[in-house]
T-cell receptor, first 116, second 114 residues
Framework: AQKVTQAQTEISVVEKEDVTLDCVYE???????LFWYKQPPSGELVFLIR??????QNEISGRYSWNFQKSTSSFNFTITASQVVDSAVYFC?????????????FGSGTQLTVLP | GAGVSQSPSNKVTEKGKDVELRCDPI?????LYWYRQRLGQGLEFLIY????????KSGLPSDRFSAERTGESVSTLTIQRTQQEDSAVYLC????????????FGPGTRLTVT
């Protein structure tokens, strides 16, 4: 069975602060993919990143960075110098990379509010 | 269109009625997924179609739920004898189906059962 836990239900920061969203996962699969999606108030999920379990290198994309640590089963997401437009619900998700199952297992999401 | 589209965007129905929700995937995408998102919660997998293979129905919560897909195009999710606990946003996603690709989501259908 797979499980994704996002312990932070809501986070509120002031613009320009850095913020880290936590994600912890459980899986029996030896290979898997981890994802982050953003869901703005409009409701449509926006893909942010996919990470293969083989690749533990951290990744940076502009103000976004991701810290994957297989030893602690965590895949945390940091937004540097947050902006009001970053306000959204962020979901972490997991999927096996082999076998027939392709569906994503999602965490319950973290509501991020960036105040001006 | 360029993205996944869903209709209707909102649906209000009375308890006990049947509803049909439609999803148009991205052209060329062989895989199609339905998820349900209850208020304030994450997404729950419902069903997955991949090409001409038998669909993975393992996430359907009851036999009141069913889905069909015509070839590699439109899919319809049907909920029979709706209950209040069916109220949620139903999201459709599609992917290229190569197994390692991202799922692209539609805007969802917000279903309210009164």
């Amino acid at each position: 069975a797979q499980k994704v836990t996002q312990a932070q239900t809501e986070i509120s920061v002031v613009e320009k602060e850095d913020v880290t969203l936590d994600c912890v996962y459980e899986t029996r699969d030896t290979t898997y993919y981890l994802f982050w999606y953003k869901q703005p108030p409009s409701g449509e999920l926006v893909f942010l990143i996919r990470r293969n379990s083989f690749d533990e290198q951290n990744e940076i994309s502009g103000r976004y960075s991701w810290n994957f640590q297989k030893s602690t089963s965590s895949f945390n997401f940091t937004i540097t110098a947050s902006q009001v437009v970053d306000s959204a619900v962020y979901f972490c998700a997991l999927r096996p990379s082999s076998g027939s199952a392709r569906q994503l297992t999602f965490g319950s999401g973290t509501q991020l509010t960036v105040l001006p | 269109g360029a993205g996944v589209s869903q209709s209707p965007s909102n649906k209000v129905t009375e308890k006990g009625k049947d509803v049909e929700l439609r999803c148009d995937p991205i052209s060329g995408h062989t895989a199609l997924y339905w998820y349900r998102q209850r208020l304030g919660q994450g997404l729950e997998f419902l069903i997955y179609f991949q090409g001409n293979s038998a669909p993975d129905k393992s996430g359907l919560p009851s036999d009141r739920f069913s889905a069909e897909r015509t070839g590699e195009s439109v899919s319809t999710l049907t909920i029979q004898r709706t209950q209040q606990e069916d109220s949620a946003v139903y999201l459709c996603a599609s992917s290229g189906g190569q197994g390692f690709d991202e799922q692209y989501f539609g805007p969802g259908t917000r279903l309210t059962v009164t």
